[in-house]
Nanobody
Framework: QVQLVESGGGLVQAGGSLTLSCAASGSISRPDIMGWYRQAPGKQRELVATITTDGTTNYADSVKGRFTISRDNAKNTMYLQMNSLKPDDTDVYYC???????????WGQGTQVTVSS
């Protein structure tokens, strides 16, 4: 099992910034892929960004140029720096961890991000 704890959500005005963190613990196995997803009430969970063990990143078109995903493998922690936030970015943000070789996908509890106009 892998446990994921997110932090850093909150309320921010449009144009502002927030940084989310996700700390992983338990049966960590490299290589792996960590990612951020978001979900609004009544909608499907959607990809925000992913990052592999070696730092290869992938972003949703809607956040390219505004969000930056990063990780610290020594601390088993992933980050999402969110700049130029828009009201449309308001969602619950979830951290995800996937083992590439041994399988398994794990989710954090989610953290609310609210962007006011």
């Amino acid at each position: 099992q892998v446990q994921l704890v997110e932090s850093g959500g909150g309320l921010v005005q449009a144009g502002g910034s927030l940084t989310l963190s996700c700390a992983a613990s338990g049966s960590i196995s490299r290589p792996d892929i960590m990612g951020w997803y978001r979900q609004a009430p009544g909608k499907q969970r959607e990809l925000v960004a992913t990052i592999t063990t070696d730092g290869t990143t992938n972003y949703a078109d809607s956040v390219k140029g505004r969000f930056t995903i990063s990780r610290d493998n020594a601390k088993n922690t992933m980050y999402l720096q969110m700049n130029s936030l828009k009201p449309d970015d308001t969602d619950v943000y979830y951290c995800n961890y996937r083992r590439v070789v041994y399988g398994g996908s794990y989710w954090g509890q989610g953290t609310q991000v609210t962007v006011s106009s």
